[in-house]
């Protein structure tokens, strides 16, 4: 940002809500873009803000204590709200409310991320689990420093991260999946396939086609404490459950705004991430936005989502004031998972994909999944290949023309036909 641009950003007053990764990285992007005027960040946790992929990693395991963000708010000139819960939203108005009252805005930011979904016949049950916040993590952190047995409900990612680090603490796992494989809901079933193995070589036993019907609580408190019972009957023991079954967008309290909502709840925004109330914005797990690049709107619950989405909100804040409006927001989404010792990543977007290449034998401990249309790469799925996700992801980018031949050759690097 040019010292000319600097002096034409006018003193306006930006309010963020939510103080996680989005909330965090949209605050300290409009200062690296030069927005000079006062940025407040509310967050309902009363934690310092944090950074949430380690909770079911180093955090779980209490090889980290924790994981705050190493940002000096202070230093930044951005004022920190810390417990403090939105209630609502009066665009008419630019006002917010909160529980500590109401608070003006010029710009207003939500990213208010995401909630777990609750498992219906385990409401109120104690030690059932959810795992999305620093304190669900800390008190799941006893559970595996005890050994306990444990029954997860639902193999997604945070179902396979916690049973990973639950069996390297020595806990007696079950997973239990209602659908017919893990990852059903993000994976073709013959990229799924591989990974069911993964479950029973780190000594995790898979239960699918499995749906838990309620948790009963352990009968005059002796252990185990638990007893999942399934549709079909089983009755699984477990001294604690955790339940990794999905999460959707933390936007009820926006119900009353009048900000348009998506079918999944998530706040509906355009291609510079503006929501359809004048000045405000939604960025992160929060909402969706319309991809060019794959020509349907993208919900996206990962981390580089809420890294790379708040720069363009600070650009469109900052570049509107000075006339610049920035690019579209038309990432290749892309995210990462440690799961039973193997390093796994995805970029892209494959549902409109025509073709599926292999580079590598999904029984060994290195192996890639391409997804083409035509003779362009639109996603690719890496396990232990990190140097095929860091050129694949480019040739997503570039929308390259790839050989086929080449691409399904694991010993050629990942380039594009003409290279
Ligand atoms: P969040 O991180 O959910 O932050 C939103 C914040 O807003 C929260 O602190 C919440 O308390 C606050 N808030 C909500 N409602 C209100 C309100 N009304 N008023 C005030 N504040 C409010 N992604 C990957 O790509 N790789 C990984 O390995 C990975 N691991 C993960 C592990 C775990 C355990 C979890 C939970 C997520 C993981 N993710 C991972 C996903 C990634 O962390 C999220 O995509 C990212 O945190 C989204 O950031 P966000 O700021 O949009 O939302």
Redesign the pocket.
Known sequence: MSEQTRERTPERRVVV???????VQTAVALREQGFTGPVTL????PHQPYD??P??KAVLLGTAEGSAFDVDFEALGITLRLGC??LGVRPDEHVLDTSEGPEPYDRLVL????EPLRLPGAEGVPGVHL??TLDDAERLRPVLARRHDVVVVGAGW?GA?FATAAREAGCEVTVVEAADRPLAGALPAEVAAPMTRWYAEAGAVLRTHARVRRVEPGEDSGEPGHVVVLDDGSRLPADAVVVGIGARP?TA?LADSGIALGAHGEVLADDRLRTSAADVYAV???ASFPSGRYGERLMV??????LQGPRTVAADIVGAAAGEPPEPYDPVPY????QFGRFVQYAGHHTAADTTLWRGDPASAAWTVCWLRGDRLVALLAVGRPRDLAQGRRLIQAGTAMDPRLLADPAQPLKAATA
């Open positions: 809500v939510g103080a996680g990764m989005a909330g509310i967050g309902a946790e949430r992929p909770l079911s819960e939105a990213a208010t991320g995401a795992l999305r945070i991260e933390a309290w992160g797990d929060c619950h990962h981390w580089d989502n809420a995210f990462w998972s440690e």
